[in-house]
């Protein structure tokens, strides 16, 4: 059981780690002045978001590697099977979490004075320069608390992973809940305080940097 929440706490952390950074990347697109730029993000954030996380998951296993044979790890190694799917699932749940971190940040871009903006402008600062060290800090502390939802909800969707066979959690539970039926209400109890405990600290400590890295305007 411990190896099963160690997977689910993998996913969540390496997941995390590309829709951040991915997410920011969409969010810089998404106010960028490049028309093309802020129509890719438009386009992508309205897709990801409206598309089934299942199906992103299904398609990274059925799509990308059954069919295009794209993996990412050594089709030599024994453990491939097993670690290619955690990857492929880390790539759909970058894809799909990307688009909310994306609308999220661009929320708290849009908190920023834009006098700020401007005055960085008039800086000689392009608007790179002018996003990522005037704009994208305040974004951030303005947004540490919607940032902590999309990450337990994360955390929670990791349960997705079992569709193509990641031995993480939810499909654990489900072989148990298959060979104890007896213990339905045990089993299920068993895996959703270890949720809570994966989630409600996450949940107690992005309160608190909200409010002890809030913005004061």
């Known amino acids: 059981m411990l ?19 991915w997410g920011t990347i969409l969010a810089g ?13 438009t386009w992508y954030v309205n897709l990801f ?5 299942t199906l992103i998951i299904v398609f990274c296993s059925v799509g990308l590697y059954q069919n295009l044979g794209i993996h990412f790890t050594s089709e030599s190694s024994p453990t491939f099977i097993r670690d290619n799917g955690f990857w492929l699932s880390v790539l759909g749940f970058v894809l799909y979490t990307s688009a909310f971190v994306c609308e999220s940040l661009r929320s708290g871009i849009n908190t920023v004075p834009i006098g700020q903006a401007e005055a960085a402008r008039s800086l000689g600062l ?16 303005s947004v540490i608390a919607p940032l902590g939802s999309v990450l337990i909800a994360l955390v929670k969707n990791t349960t997705i992973a079992s569709a193509i066979g990641v031995a993480e959690a939810a499909l654990l ?11 339905l209400f045990s089993v299920f109890g068993i895996f ?5 405990i994966l ?19």
């Open 173 to 183: 539970m489900k072989e148990m809940i298959e060979n104890e039926s007896d213990q």
């Open 192 to 196: 959703a305080i270890g949720f809570m």
């Open 126 to 141: 392009g608007f790179r320069q002018t996003l990522t060290l005037v704009v994208l800090p305040q974004a951030f502390r």
């Open 199 to 217: 989630t409600l600290p996450i949940g107690f400590a992005f309160g608190y940097a909200s409010k002890k890295l809030a913005v004061k305007r």
């Open 3 to 21: 190896d099963a929440f160690w997977v689910t706490i993998r996913l969540t952390f390496w997941s995390a780690i590309g829709a951040t950074v």
């Open 49 to 53: 978001r409206n598309t089934p996380l």
């Open 29 to 41: 697109m998404r106010v960028s002045p490049v028309p093309v730029l802020r129509f890719f993000g």
